[in-house]
């Protein structure tokens, strides 16, 4: 009865949440089996054991039981254009392989011998100057942890009813990495900016010769062309030999296979920002040129498919992000909205970076709805589903941050809900 | 001559090491070649953009031009035993991607099915505990970017003469992930410690039985049970399905595949204990259990086989550690010591992790004798090879953390020396 009393002492928010300093114990769980012969358990040596492994490798490969993860590729795409996501509900923590970082193509993955490429900077500049790959290693680099995010991400949130799929189908144009390359201002202020410049034209080596217009200030600001992805050069899936990399704005503008920067006087309206990745709203006008990535955050266990095993501890574990700045906090319901409880952040907090976090929960076995909020360093807070499809109506696929939420039932099955 | 002067006043150190915030403009590289026909170079579509590009993949895979960055594995190694290394002067930022991560096994790659693995918990214990996969994935976990080194790294900075290799193959023991597990103490306060248990004897699952027997006071700190690496599950040749992870302590003490974990009121003294990983000194004694990890760093560019390709501007970069928490600051050298100024860190700097640092360099084109030296958070400096070599003499191959030294000449060639 005491017991009882001081695990309910911990409780700090509807439906079973507990406090999140329950997450640095563990007597909770009790998973670890009781043995009675302790000698016989450790004395049989597994197969493993019995015979020499397997040799060195130059690059290591990952196991082929059940645990090698694979990125979802559709079943269906036209031919050199289509999304594979990641599966953020199978992995952990931030940073995602390299393998796994989701890709957005627009005419297929193009094959350049870095040796062979160049990067052009003209328009309104003093001199326009070509940059071969050799070229850029020579300049200043610095490393930063950044999220790339597809703004068709999580669009289905805006199907008039919700899809039953997983996490990662859900929300797995998602990715983040640690990146290095060279500052793009160090390059535009090389060429010299004429005056009247304030739009940069950025242009993909690729069949589809993806162009996107940025503002000048962004590129002065924090903008990197990227040449290596957590440590290593780019994959060809991800831009080799070289891409723009912008933090916190969408993916879409952080161009791949980069080969041409043009300094305008205004944005060129091309295809990719007029007719695509452009927000259309409900009031009949579009928001365009919203580059950067709203506050969000999305649980990923439990979610569809990966239902809970049974009563008792739960960790309730997901990712927050904003393209402003860094995740302040994160709160999590486990009663549809009806009370919140603050989550625990894994550190370092990075600006334009994944954030994991967890919360702990006591799953008595009732029905329960699970939502995480985040709020990021400018107070902005995540919205509402219902504020989401009021600004911008039922099917509109663009910059989709609003809150999602799992049921829970009775038996445990997880069902993407909205609540 | 003005520019000139106004060049010089960068220089904050002998041999032409500028002030780190050179690192923020790069208008003395320069390297972008003078176009005087930007419409042609732009127009002229590279074969890349004539057809459609390659499908989408489930996992992606690296370009198959020379950018595929390997491990370095040696010639020849005893059957199963053996260790392959990060190539770390061909990489950039601190995050290792898992296929690259440094190996030493001591009889090969074990294939363990995550299934059929069970970790025993026992010795002097309230109650034995045995634990499958899925009991672990049940428990809080937490993530951290953190780095592991073999003691064994860098042991050829002992040999009587510089050996000329590349800095990977002289320090490539060395990697870092962003791991996520269990922490070790939850399970050990699951079992119930008894009052005389000081020690914890960790064994793998391998055909080589690795045993190593740790202060259960570093268990009970931040150990953890790690399950999954850079996001995904660990790669067999880290331990799949779970690996002790000791925060700044030697690699070999974070036990692989990792099947036993035995409470004991002393330590085994095995074999990897006394007669290895073990510092004998010219004194006749030997430092038993110096499993933390000193304070380090390593100049990784310029470096052997990387020579300079030019007079002018230099980015020197390389990597800075201790096993007692954060780095302060790295120290660089161009003139073998004479002088130092200190380099630019690139954030987040994290306990028990990797840090790049970048120092901006002038090379005139004389000889120069490039150094670094690391503070940790303790004020403990990294130690001249010399002070080293009095300690363990020449030849001892562990813990060494010594300052290195690349010699510079005429014509850009690099070449290990001891200064």
Request: glycine content about 10%; overall charge positive.
């Amino acid at each position: 009865m005491i017991e009882e009393d001081r695990d309910r002492a911990e409780h700090v928010a509807g439906g079973g949440l507990l406090h999140r300093r329950a997450l640095l114990t563990a007597a909770m769980v009790s998973a670890g089996g009781l043995i009675t012969n302790a000698a016989a358990a450790g004395g049989a040596a597994p197969a493993s054991m019995l015979k020499p492994g397997a040799p060195l490798s130059g690059y290591g490969t990952r196991a082929s039981s059940g645990a090698a993860v694979q990125r979802i590729v559709p079943k269906l795409s036209f031919p050199g254009s289509g999304s594979s996501r990641t599966p953020l509900h199978l992995l952990e923590g931030t940073i995602t392989p390299n393998g796994l970082h989701f890709e957005r193509h627009h005419n297929g993955v193009p094959d350049i011998d870095p040796a062979q490429h160049e990067l052009l900077v003209h328009g309104l500049v003093r001199q326009p100057l070509l940059f071969r790959y050799d070229d850029l290693l020579r300049y200043p680099r610095h490393s930063r942890i950044l999220f790339v995010e597809c703004s068709g991400n999580s669009s289905a949130i805006g199907a008039p009813q919700p899809v039953q799929v997983s996490a990662g189908q859900l929300n797995g144009l998602l990715s983040c990495a640690e990146w290095t390359g060279v500052r793009l201002s160090s390059l535009l202020e090389e060429a010299g900016m004429a005056p009247q410049a304030t739009w940069v034209q950025a242009e993909g080596a690729d069949a589809a010769a993806m162009t996107r217009s940025i503002p000048l200030s962004l590129c002065l600001d924090d903008a990197m062309i990227a040449l290596f992805q957590n440590g290593e050069p780019l994959m060809p899936s991800q831009g080799l030999p070289m891409r723009l990399l912008l933090p916190g704005m969408e993916g879409n503008a952080s161009v791949k296979w980069l080969r041409r920067l043009k300094l305008m006087a205004a944005p060129a309206l091309s295809r990719e920002e007029t007719a695509k990745y452009t927000d259309l709203r409900t009031d009949g006008k579009a928001d365009l040129f919203s580059l950067r990535m709203g506050v969000k955050s999305i649980i990923l266990r439990p979610s569809f498919g990966l239902d809970l095993r049974g009563r008792g501890y739960q960790e309730i574990s997901g990712l927050a992000w904003t393209g402003r700045g860094r995740i302040r906090s994160v709160e999590v319901s486990a009663d549809g909205g009806a009370s919140w409880a603050e989550a625990a952040l894994d550190g370092p907090i990075l600006p334009a970076a994944l954030t994991r976090f967890r919360m702990p929960w006591h799953w008595n076995g009732a029905p329960a709805v699970l939502m995480s909020r985040a709020t990021d360093q400018t107070g902005a807070v995540q919205p509402q589903r219902a504020a989401w499809i009021a600004r911008y109506g039922v099917g509109q696929g663009y910059h989709s941050n609003a809150i999602q939420a799992w049921g829970v039932d009775a038996q445990g099955r997880v069902a993407h809900v909205y609540a």
